[in-house]
């Protein structure tokens, strides 16, 4: 990699993570052969991290004898990883950098690169407002049959070029669990259905969805929501003349505050909820975005459901014998 000029290229990161995978590794065909890996850890998606994070969700512990020293739960490898400053601000290794000149360049870079290049703790870097770092997770789904409210937005795709996008998510107390994703690229008139289906699979209460070419969309939802039976789904049409991206960044803080999103690796990358997540942790301000569908739809969401205050009616029972 090009230091900074790759290290958010995401694209490039899978490319080589795939060729780890497919033709490097391959050349040690028994596991006798031993693997070293020497670089600066750039981004969470990056080969390094992404060996890192699969160990570490089989288990990874800390050297009793060397600091900075994990391993591996089954002890067959290690992560080596040495600050240039320690906690207290102190040279790791006075013998080659003295503190004083690493503070130096500590002032003298952005906190990205000092974290990346020199500390080998990467943060998402500026522009990268959605980086798994700054997003609330969950690793184990919470009791969902305790959820107050069940919300969905919808991101029509237009002329084809885009995703259809149409988060799920399910409010417990204040906050807004991420559980489903549709994201598809794809023509509307052959998601009709899906997206019906998804409604009944979640039982939603609520759906927003932005309408500003299609003004039919509605109309035929509720109609094949009727033919199938399910009648407890209210649908709300928006139109915007707002500029996306500044919508995007005036709703950024809900997204990051109120929706809580599934780790890292708990869905493959071949699922809709996995290509989603992909595109809204790499979505940046300052950098060209290919798809922008992920995290507009969560904003369409927030915008309905977050940020503007409005208190919907809660589903309740009842007995049918009252009748």
């Known amino acids: 990699m090009k230091g900074q000029i790759e290290c958010n290229n995401v694209q490039l990161h899978n490319q080589l993570t795939q060729r780890y995978y497919s033709d490097w590794s391959s050349r040690a065909d028994d596991d006798k052969q031993k693997t070293m890996l020497l670089g600066t850890m750039w981004a969470d998606t990056d080969l390094l991290n992404v060996l890192y994070d699969v160990a570490k969700s089989k288990g990874l512990s ?3 004898k060397y600091p900075y020293v994990e391993i591996t739960s089954d002890r067959s490898g290690c992560f080596i990883r040495i600050p240039a400053l320690d906690r207290n601000n102190q040279s790791t290794c006075p013998r080659r950098y003295a503190t004083k000149y690493l503070l ?3 002032r003298g ?6 974290q990346a290049v020199y500390q080998q703790n990467p943060i998402a870097p500026e522009g990268l407002e959605f980086n798994y770092n700054v997003l609330q997770t969950y690793e184990i789904k919470p009791l969902f049959e305790q959820a107050q409210s069940r919300y969905a937005s919808l991101d029509p795709a237009r002329r084809g070029k ?3 996008s149409m988060p799920i998510c399910y409010k417990i107390e204040d906050k807004h669990y991420l559980v489903d994703f549709l994201y598809r690229k794809k023509a509307m008139k052959e998601m009709y259905d899906v997206i019906v289906d998804k409604i009944i699979e979640h ?4 759906l927003v969805l932005e309408n500003n070419t299609d003004t039919s969309l509605k109309e035929v939802l509720e109609e094949r929501l009727r033919f199938k039976n399910y009648l407890h789904c209210t649908i709300i049409e928006k139109y915007s003349t707002q500029n996306k991206e500044q919508r995007i960044k005036d709703h950024q803080s809900d997204v990051r505050n109120y929706i809580v999103f599934p780790c890292k690796g708990m869905f493959s990358l071949n699922s809709d909820m996995g290509l989603a997540m992909e595109e809204i942790t790499a979505y940046s301000f300052n950098y060209p975005n290919k798809f922008d569908d992920g995290i507009d739809a969560l904003v369409i969401y927030a915008m309905q459901f977050i940020d503007s205050g409005v208190e919907f009616p809660e589903v309740g029972t009842f007995k049918r014998g009252y009748l």
């Open 203 to 206: 039982r939603i209460n609520i």
């Open 104 to 106: 130096d360049i500590k």
């Open 62 to 64: 800390e050297d009793k």
């Open 109 to 114: 870079m952005t906190r990205f690169l000092w």
């Open 162 to 164: 885009n995703y259809v």
